[in-house]
Structure formats: C-alpha cells, structure tokens
C-alpha cells in the first residue's frame, strides 16, 4: 500500500483526462463539427495531458493511460506489480470522468445521450468515414505507436522533464488532429472502454461495446511497437 498515492493520482489524472477530452467531443460535435470541433477536441485532450504532467507526473509518472503503463513496464521504468494497480487504478478514474458527464447531461432537459453520445470510439457506420475494421486497427496502431515513442522519448532523461509536459500534450494533440475523422481517437483503452460501457448501458445501443475491443487491443499493440523500436534506435547506448 505504500504506493497508494500513485494509484490515487493516477485514478484522478484519468478522471482528469477523460472528464476534459471526452467532455469537450461532446460539446463539439465531435467530427461532425468540422474543422473548428476538430481542432478544440484535439486541444482539450492535449492540454489535459499539460495539466496532469505538471500536477501528479512527480507522483505516478501522469501515464493515464494503459498503453503508457504497458510501455513503460516493458522499458523498465515501471515494476510488474505496479502494473495492473496503475492499470486499475486508470479505468476507475475513466469511469468517474464518464460517470460525471453523463450525469451532467442527464440534467440538461432537451438533450438525451442516445443524440449527443459520451466520446466513444467507434469504425464503420460510427466512425465519421466509415472507416473498416482493419482501417480502424491500423490508425491506432500507429497512433499509439506515435503518441508513446513521444512519451518514451521525452520522459527518459531528466533534463527534459521541464518541458516534457508540453511535448506530450502536443503530442496527443497532433494524434486527435488526425485521429477523430477515423476512429474519435482512442490511444487509450481506459479513455475508450468507459464511454463505450456507459453509452451502451444507457441506451441500449451495442455497437460502441461490440467495437471497444478494438479500441483497447489496437492501442497496446502501438505501445508494443513503440518500445520495441524505442529499445532498437537506443540499443548501442546500452
């Protein structure tokens, strides 16, 4: 239990993540919005990362997110039996996130979730392309796989820390740029699984957690990679 404090921070940087990003598709329409939805959903998912490095990232690292956890365990930087407690620990607080949205809107008299939707992921008829299931898979491959290199990359040595905040929140906002015309932008299987859950239960409708496998598995093969290339262009520093 002596490593409570970065599980709790952990749980509320998701929440964090979550209420903002998925919180601001909602309002924006998500890709239906155009171009100006595009670029505000993508910065309010960047600037959560901002907010989250600089205020629990001394704490737990400010991973909120599995793929991230899942990078870092197989880099090293995080030990097997933290691992399914940071993991836990991010679906609850995306959970939270999700949970406090739906109230939110469940108390706004003219709108319903089945119309608005909570922020979830989705590929062919729910995704703003129709984009097929093997589309969806391999942009959040690569996605994901851009996104961690960057987190990998910018968090390995101290003197990058100061402004390590920044690059991943750019990061994850470039990646949205590009993401939520496709897919919504997953990267992140606790950001994707309590949108689908909720929506889902709430209205009957299926095909957000019939599609949610892909937004889990897709984003921890990116990370996989990632490490993997990450390990080989630092392979003659070891």
Known sequence: MKNLNKYVSECLGTFFLV???TGAAILFGGAKGGLSSIIGI??????????????IGRISGGHVNPAVSLAMYFDGRLELKDLPCYILAQVIGAFAGTGVLFTMIKNIPSVTISSIGLGQNGYGAESALNLALSGAIITEV???????FVVLASTVKDEYNANGGFIIGGALTAVHMIGIFF??????PARSLSPAVVYSLATGKTAAISQVWVFILAPLAGALFAVIVWKLINSEKA
């Open 19 to 21: 209420f903002i990003g």
């Open 42 to 55: 993508s910065l309010a998912f960047g600037l959560s990362i901002v907010v989250v490095y600089y205020t």
């Open 183 to 188: 897919t919504g932008t997953s990267v992140n």
């Open 142 to 148: 690569v996605l994901t796989f851009i996104f961690v």
